[in-house]
């Protein structure tokens, strides 16, 4: 399993390497007065959309072109009208900023700005960071392409097989349109279903669903916490370390602090791809010609207290791969 791991991470990095030549430096003449937006679904301080912003920004620091970035908050604005006014919000900055093209990313700016407003509209459109599937949001439109995000999710379920009793599997995550949204396309991909989910709104409610997991399956599948109300890092990583029983994975860098093993998406490979790709349209490519490709940037975390917590030795080609990403 670790050399098919080992295989799937390297060719990820290979085949990025080489998709390279797509993106052709345009000339940066052409930027100078271009003004570009970046819709953020999320806040200011969430890891994921963190990384891709810092990596978009550093590409788009080399142009002259100016940059507004807005900032949806539809992690804490939880209820539908919420969202609608949060999407309503960016309608009407898009129309007073006037942008040359606009940047999305995740799940919430794609349904409640671009597939309301935009579809078809002579303003293009990046998308990237939107959960394994876009059929949701009937993309692509004329004007729109992007990255769709994938997760590794079987490799890491199958590492995670080596360490535990059974095959029981769950998964553990907040109540969110992404987090239901992954569970749907992980069970697809991997042809199997998680025998237990839950999806919690709050620190408590997490720590509870965490326990009965312990006895209710045999692989934990840890999604995002983020926003859970009343969370407390520093108590859930001794709650963490006094109440973990079986392996548990994590997709997200942040989430090895609670997670055994972690096949780590990559959310500044969005940024990096999402900006090289504006400027392109920005530069006269048609958005149209250019196809929505899937992340495939990925690393591997390993949270050694647990192993040691939990009795297990991890392997050599596991921390050698760990190594390799740090």
């Given at each position: 399993m670790i050399k098919k791991l080992r295989f799937i991470i390297l060719f990820f990095i290979v085949f990025l390497s080489g998709c390279n030549h797509e993106h052709q430096k345009p000339s940066e003449q052409h930027f100078a007065g271009k003004k570009i937006l970046y819709i953020n679904s999320y806040h200011k301080g969430y890891s994921w959309s963190d990384g891709i912003e810092s990596a978009l920004k550093q590409e788009i620091s080399m142009t002259k072109a100016d940059l507004k970035i807005i900032r949806l908050d539809t992690k804490w604005k939880r209820s539908e009208d919420e969202k609608k006014q949060a999407g309503l919000m960016a309608k009407q900055i898009i129309e007073d900023y006037q942008p040359d093209i606009v940047i999305a990313s995740d799940d919430n700016a794609a349904k409640y700005v671009i597939m309301p407003y935009y579809r078809d509209a002579d303003l293009p459109f990046v998308f990237c960071g939107i959960n394994w599937d876009v059929s949701a949001y009937q993309f692509p439109y004329t004007n729109v392409t992007g990255m769709i995000e994938v997760e590794a999710v079987q490799?890491?379920?199958?590492?995670?097989?080596?360490?535990?009793?059974?095959?029981?599997?769950?998964?553990?995550?907040l109540d969110a349109l992404t987090e239901h949204k992954k569970v749907e396309y992980s069970e697809l991909h991997m042809q199997r279903h998680f025998d237990k989910t839950y999806f919690v709104n709050s620190f408590e409610e997490w720590k509870d669903a965490f326990i009965k997991m312990q006895t209710e399956v045999d692989i934990l599948i840890l999604g995002v916490q983020a926003s859970l109300s009343h969370w407390d890092d520093t108590e859930a990583k001794a709650f963490v370390m006094e109440n973990t029983k079986i392996p548990t994975g994590a997709s997200y860098d942040w989430m090895i602090d609670y997670a055994l093993i972690g096949i780590i998406k990559v959310p500044e490979e969005h940024g990096r791809w999402s900006a090289k790709t504006a400027l392109n349209i920005l530069d006269g490519m048609a958005t149209s010609n250019i196809p929505i490709v899937h992340s495939t940037e990925h690393r591997v975390l390993v949270n050694r207290q647990l192993a040691t917590k939990l009795n297990i030795k991890l392997s050599q080609e596991l921390l050698d791969l760990v190594s390799h990403f740090q």
């Open positions: 490799s890491l379920v199958n590492e995670l097989a080596r360490y535990a009793k059974g095959e029981r599997l769950g998964y553990l995550g």
